[in-house]
């Protein structure tokens, strides 16, 4: 359920408003939008009993979200979600691109993709510090040395950082190095981890489970913003399907179903929703013609000897900055900037 205020509700009366939902042991969830503040209620609403929120004052109405997830849905809130990080706006008309390799290798290796996709007009470098790979012996990443790296990297460059976080027993370490979590496809509905990046605050770009409904990436959005962190991007990284011939199947239709069902800004990965390096550059472009607010880009300045088998996937900082320039004339199309 949530509580629609009426245009102009003072702080007071949203205050009233939350304390008596907070009473019955439920949690109050405020949405200050510009027009006016919406209040999601968040439990088991009978214990609510026949308690007249209608009746308080600055209140206009109540809702029902028929939506199983609530907070995320636009039910709650319509205005678009704009996450504000390391002095970018995520979610509003600037298109943010986040690009870097697949794992951090070495410091000079960071640096290197690091400087070519910042003068390309990239914001953020990505790299794996912890790699969810498929099997035991492949791998697994360099742990909290190349968070270290991706710190220089940031020093030299200005550039946000975004990496994954595999654990809840991790978010702490990766919390004091990352300006954005990174939770992977496999850990979609690992829900102890969704809890935990919740709890920290910090924004999350969560990637849609390889095998998942959008039903079910919603509601694995909805854990982290129950524990009252509303800074969740969604990312589009490609789905299982028959189809052989690419790594997955990058389902463009989940760009404009959530910019319907949800406020959270929408991201695509085709890097990983391909798997091959040729069809990256069409792929992100379908993306953004799509209504996607941003890309995760793989890539590499030596893919051929990168340390992941995501070299094949990965473009050339040559490719990202001659893709730039073809974003650049597609978002003028649509009314937004790269
Ligand atoms: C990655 O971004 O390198 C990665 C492992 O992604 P995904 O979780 O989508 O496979
Ligand atoms: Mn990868």
Redesign the pocket.
């Known amino acids: 359920m949530v509580i629609i205020m009426k245009p102009g509700a003072t702080r007071e009366e949203i205050d009233r408003v939350i304390r008596r939902i907070e009473s019955v042991d439920l949690k109050a969830q405020p949405s200050i939008g510009e027009q006016r503040t919406v209040i999601g209620v968040i439990g088991d609403k009978t214990r609510l009993g026949d308690m007249p929120i209608e009746s308080m004052t600055g209140v206009e109405r109540t809702m029902p979200i028929s939506a199983p997830y609530k907070l995320a849905s636009r039910q709650f809130r319509d205005e678009q979600t704009i996450i504000e990080v390391n002095g970018t706006k995520i979610g509003g008309k600037q298109i943010i691109v986040m690009a870097g390799p ?1 794992a951090v290798e070495t410091t000079e290796q960071i640096v290197t993709i690091a400087k070519a996709i910042a003068q390309s007009g990239a914001t953020f470098i ?1 790299g ?1 510090a912890f ?2 790979r498929t099997g035991p012996y492949s791998f697994q990443g360099y742990g909290e040395p190349a968070l270290k790296m991706l710190m220089e990297a940031k020093r030299e460059t200005g550039l946000g950082i975004i990496t ?1 976080v595999m654990t809840p027993y991790e978010v702490e370490l990766v919390s004091a190095y990352t300006d954005i979590f ?1 939770l ?3 850990n979609m509905q690992n829900f102890y981890l969704l809890r935990e990046v919740g709890k920290s605050g910090k924004p999350v770009l969560l ?1 849609r489970g390889m095998s998942s409904t959008i039903e079910e990436w919603l509601l694995a959005a909805e854990y982290i913003l129950a524990e009252g962190n509303p800074n969740v991007i969604m990312c589009e ?1 490609g789905i299982r399907t028959f189809e052989t011939h690419t790594r997955n199947t990058l389902d463009l239709n989940a760009v404009p179903i959530i910019k319907e069902l949800s406020h959270l800004p929408i991201f695509a ?1 085709p890097s ?1 929703g391909t798997g091959i390096r040729s069809l990256v550059a069409p792929m992100s472009k379908a993306s953004i013609a799509a209504g996607a607010d941003g890309l ?1 880009l ?1 890539v590499h300045h030596d893919p051929d000897n990168s340390m992941t088998g ?1 070299g094949v996937q990965s473009i050339l900082p040559d490719q990202l900055d001659q893709l730039m320039g073809e974003l650049r004339a597609i978002a003028g199309a649509i009314g937004r900037e790269i």
Do not use: I, S, V
């Open positions: 697949c990505r794996g790699k969810p994954e990174q992977g496809t496999r990637k990284r990965d990983h995760l793989e995501d």
